[in-house]
């Protein structure tokens, strides 16, 4: 038989052979059903088999040789080896397992994502080489016990003859009524046809990055790198990290004061799991957390899945980046770290939805800082549970609010031990004026060493307390938000951790949760009761100093309105001014359960939570099968995790020429960090300031942009009647 070539440098025979192999292992490892197991090999045996073509062959060699300009105009008009190969694996699990085609529908997805329109302009034949069936029957004598038996070759040359898009568009009655096999592949069982896909791509993938066998996408011994890493870190084993880690494979609530040891908890819950998912809210939280965790586990064994993980990956990854990018993206490491949107988004049917959820059901999920979720972001969550196969699940918040509890209906509640929640961390000073009338005494504060730590509800307002100190204060002053490229986010991130003396960080949200700081006093403006507990633990974080001091501004600017729902901080103010000047946490955690009784009962809650459970389930049920269309309108209307005003990222102006130099050096990777997010609609409305770059594929914007300050916003009187900035 002439030698046939999967890749330049590797035989279509060995490729097939040695995904199949590991699609079997997988399938073991994932605890696939047994009929799922033997599908799952079905593809991995065929997916490849449309390469058997005299156009790819000729294709492939013209590679090999060097010749890749040639290769290059070759391309396009080679049968996509995906439609080439779906007659045969049709016909045989047609032959030998029957209805759902879920091997098929693998296959014919195997390099798009499955929709209504794919391949439907590649009529006619592929011309497959002569001695196909040399092959054929080659593979099915090597996997004979496997698969059960061999076709009959009349039956292999007859379907051969049949154009596969007429296959896959022919309409059949079934039922009562006329549907095509791409109709039953979409209606097929959406879990089963995940499973199946994701073994395949998974084995594809692994021997395409020339991995020998499955073992690094599991835990080889989770336990002891943690156990190894408390007695680096001479820490004690808390009796609520015990009790977690007697409950794992359960379904976990903890409520945990920050600085009490929740994430080891949380570690220790997961000590015996193959798989880790750890979701977070925010990308600086990701980004921290798995630095974290590389500590603890290793660099190989954790991915980092977000909208900028590729960039944070190429940057300190000294592994094949391209597969650890890869693996990271799908949830395939060992622990990857991610925002909860990643998970949703997966729930939504994004771009490699089935390895997602696949992988996320093998795994062991945290899901911390709970609290944070707004009601929409909370009912997709819920939706995405409702009918999730996994079982290890732990719902985790400092504060974990009773209503929250209900929602999610954690088998087991662990709470850190009692000495943790009467611990007396903060002193409350509550003040009716504004944030910005306290600079006077946060320069005090810090001109008696205390590291001050101010937050403002906006960015606009960060940023103008940030101009004032820097005029009246010599000592170091950082300001980190939202709003700044991703470059100098992350120095942020970076210089956030460092809290000399004297040091005043003002910052906005994006320092609430999961960040492991401790300064020694608060400025804060007034935020909902939850939030306030986040600020506070970024304050005295472990309790090992006496009381420090917290300031509350409750007359807060109109950007706090569009920031905040209608009514939450008139409702925290009034639980505000119940509790005790020195609040103990006990205190906190039944005041935010409090106001999450409130909340619950609002219209607007129960309807933004609604929304999102019933837009998952619109998603659902027009997909089927199928990966989410963005370039359908009504459909990407739907595909967002949170309800407020989504943001688009820019480019300033200042780095217009930087970007174009990353472009000409082959380096388009790093465009994105030269990119700041601003609310989508900015571009809109304010036309003046912003202008789109087809080289580089986004917008540029006018206002001016330093390292120091971000993006910043033009002065009241240069914005147009009836809008604002915050």
Not at 69 to 96: C, G, I, M, W, Y
Not at 133 to 147: G, N, Q
Not at 286 to 297: D, E, G, P, S
Not at 695 to 714: A, D, K, N, Q
């Amino acid at each position: 038989m002439v030698e046939l070539l999967a890749k330049p440098d590797e035989t279509l025979e060995a490729h097939l052979e040695k995904v199949a192999e590991l699609a079997r292992k997988l399938s073991l490892r994932l605890g696939l059903r047994e009929d799922l197991t033997r599908r799952s090999v079905l593809a991995a045996l065929f997916h490849d088999l449309g390469k058997a073509t005299q156009d790819f062959q000729h294709y492939m060699r013209l590679l090999k040789e060097g010749c890749e300009k040639d290769a290059q105009r070759l391309k396009p008009r080679v049968f996509p080896h995906a439609l080439a190969s779906l007659n045969f694996v049709f016909l045989t699990e047609a032959e030998l397992f029957g209805e759902p085609f879920l091997a098929t529908g693998a296959v014919l997805s195997h390099h798009s994502p499955l929709s209504g329109d794919l391949y439907h302009t590649w009529e006619g034949k592929p011309n497959f080489i002569e001695n196909l069936f040399e092959l054929v029957a080659h593979l099915f004598e090597i996997w004979k016990t496997i698969l059960g038996h061999i076709l009959e070759k009349e039956k292999l040359i007859t379907i051969q003859e049949i154009p596969p898009l007429t296959l896959l568009e022919k309409a059949h009655e079934r039922d009562g009524r006329k549907i095509s096999l791409r109709g039953l592949i979409k209606e097929a069982p959406r879990w089963d046809f995940a499973q199946v896909k994701t073994v395949l791509h998974l084995a594809d993938w692994l021997a395409s990055a020339g991995k020998q066998n499955a073992n690094e996408l599991f835990f080889k011994d989770g336990k002891h790198a943690l156990e190894e890493y408390f007695c680096r870190r001479k820490l004690i084993l808390y009796k609520f990290q015990q009790r977690a880690r007697e409950l794992s494979w359960k379904k976990l609530a903890l409520r945990a004061p920050t600085g009490s040891g929740k994430t080891e908890a949380l570690l220790f819950w997961a000590e015996k799991a193959e798989r880790i998912l750890y979701l977070l809210p925010t990308q600086a939280t990701t980004n921290a957390m798995f630095r974290r965790l590389k500590n603890i586990y290793g660099q190989e064994n954790v991915g980092l899945a977000h909208g900028h993980a590729s960039y944070i990956l190429h940057q300190e990854t000294e592994e094949d980046f391209l597969w650890e990018r890869l693996a990271a993206s799908v949830f395939a490491k060992p622990i990857t770290v991610a925002t909860l949107d990643q998970f949703l988004l997966a729930g939504l049917q994004g771009r490699h939805w089935e390895e997602r959820l696949t992988l996320a059901a093998s795994a062991h999920i945290v899901f911390d800082e709970i609290h944070s979720y707004e009601p929409y972001t909370l009912g997709l969550l819920a939706e995405v549970l409702s009918d999730f196969p996994g079982k290890s699940l732990a719902f985790a918040s400092a504060t974990l609010p009773k209503a929250l509890l209900e929602i999610f209906s954690p088998q087991s509640l662990i709470e850190a031990e009692e000495n943790f929640f009467l611990r007396k961390r903060h002193r409350l000073g509550l003040h009716s004026c504004p944030l910005k009338e306290a600079v006077s005494k946060i320069i005090s504060r810090a001109l008696n060493g205390k590291k001050v730590l101010v937050i403002s509800n906006t960015v606009r307002e960060a940023q103008e307390i940030y101009r004032e100190l820097r005029q009246n204060y010599s000592g170091p002053v950082h300001l980190f938000h939202s709003r700044f490229v991703l470059r100098d986010r992350l120095e942020k991130e970076r210089l956030v951790q460092e809290q000399n003396p004297g040091t005043i960080l003002v910052a906005t949200q994006v320092v609430e949760v999961s960040l492991d700081i401790s300064y020694d006093v608060l400025f804060t403006e007034l935020a909902p009761l939850d939030a306030l507990v986040q600020r506070l633990g970024r304050v005295n974080r472990r309790g090992e100093k006496p009381s420090a001091e917290v300031n509350i501004f409750s007359l807060v600017g109109e950007g706090s309105k569009h920031v905040y729902p209608e009514g939450v901080l008139e409702e925290s103010l009034s639980l505000l001014k119940d509790l005790p000047e020195v609040p103990a946490e006990r205190d906190w955690v039944e005041a935010v359960s409090l106001l999450y009784e409130e909340l619950v009962q609002k219209d607007s809650f129960q309807k933004d939570f609604e929304l999102g459970r019933k837009t998952l389930q619109e998603v659902r049920e027009i997909l089927g099968c199928y990966t989410i269309d963005l370039a359908d309108e009504e459909l990407r209307a739907r595909f967002a995790t949170r309800r407020g005003t989504p943001s688009v990222e820019v480019l300033p102006e200042t780095f217009l020429d930087e970007a174009r130099a990353f472009k000409n050096q082959g380096k388009g990777w790093r465009l994105i960090e030269l990119l700041v997010p601003v609310p989508i609609w900015w571009i809109p409305a304010f036309k003046d300031w912003f202008y789109p770059t087809e080289e580089l594929g986004c917008f540029v914007t006018r206002l001016p942009y330093t390292s120091e300050e971000g993006l910043i916003p033009p002065v009241k009187e240069k914005t147009p009647e009836g809008y604002e900035f915050w």
